[in-house]
């Protein structure tokens, strides 16, 4: 079956604790994507990658940082996490940029 | 002013109902256009994509596009319970430079049995 999988689904933590939120797709896709997803506000771009060791920022991209060492893997990394980035989390991954994306099913993180 | 504009709702219909959902935007750049539906607890998945002016219809959904007017619709026919969900709609430029795909808020659909 075709999916993008996000892993953890929910996470508490606390401010300034490093954390890591994973990204697989088994499309075989070349870009990938990470969205932050806020009342009032929509999806909102953090990152994206059109490949392996190419990635961009998007529209809010303080504050995280991400990886494309393999095709199907994109973490998203919270290295001192803050209250302002509890969210709603995806991740999507299409054939090309422009494409139509397929996303995970989403990753709640909430900072204390 | 937002690049695309769409009404939170939330909006309510019986059963059976046609729904409209809409969308407005700015950017002339626009060339293709998306409708994605998302559950609660669950990430957006594709509807309906089309390219340019013009409608694409498939089951009970239909896609249309005026791109001289730059709005964009999305009609349900003969709305079921299921249908209850929240709809971004989300367009791209389709050439030149980075194809980044803008998206609406989301409207709020609720099909009451």
């Known amino acids: 079956e075709a999916q993008v999988t996000q892993n953890p689904r929910y996470l508490i933590t606390v401010t300034g604790k490093k954390l890591t939120v994973t990204c697989s797709q088994n499309?075989?896709?070349?870009?990938m994507s990470w969205y932050r997803q806020d009342p009032g506000l929509g999806l909102r771009q953090i990152y994206y990658?059109?490949?392996?060791?190419?990635?961009d920022k998007g529209d809010v991209p303080e504050g995280y940082k991400v990886s494309r060492k393999e095709k199907r893997n994109f973490p998203l990394i919270l290295e001192s996490p803050s209250p302002n980035q509890t969210s709603l989390y995806f991740c999507?991954?299409?054939?090309?940029?422009?494409?139509?994306?397929?996303f995970g099913d989403g990753t709640r993180l909430s900072i204390l | 002013q937002k690049e695309v504009e769409q009404d939170p709702g939330p909006l309510s219909v019986p059963e059976g109902a046609i729904v409209s959902l809409n969308c407005t935007y700015s950017?002339?750049?626009?060339?293709?256009f998306m409708w994605y539906r998302q559950y609660s607890r669950k990430g957006p998945e594709l509807l309906m994509y089309?390219?340019?002016?013009g409608n694409k219809e498939d089951g009970r959904f239909t896609a249309q596009v005026d791109k001289s007017s730059k709005y964009i619709s999305l009609f349900i026919r003969d709305s079921q319970p299921s249908d209850s969900a929240t709809y971004l709609c989300?367009?791209?430029?389709?050439?030149?430079?980075?194809?980044?795909?803008?998206f609406g808020t989301g409207t709020k659909l609720q099909v009451i049995p």
């Open positions: 499309m075989n896709h070349e870009y």
């Open positions: 990658s059109m490949n392996v060791e190419v990635t």
């Open positions: 999507a991954s299409s054939l090309y940029e422009g494409q139509p994306q397929h």
């Open positions: 989300a367009m791209g430029p389709g050439s030149g430079g980075y194809q980044k795909v803008t």
């Open positions: 089309t390219y340019s002016s």
């Open positions: 950017n002339s750049a626009f060339q293709y």
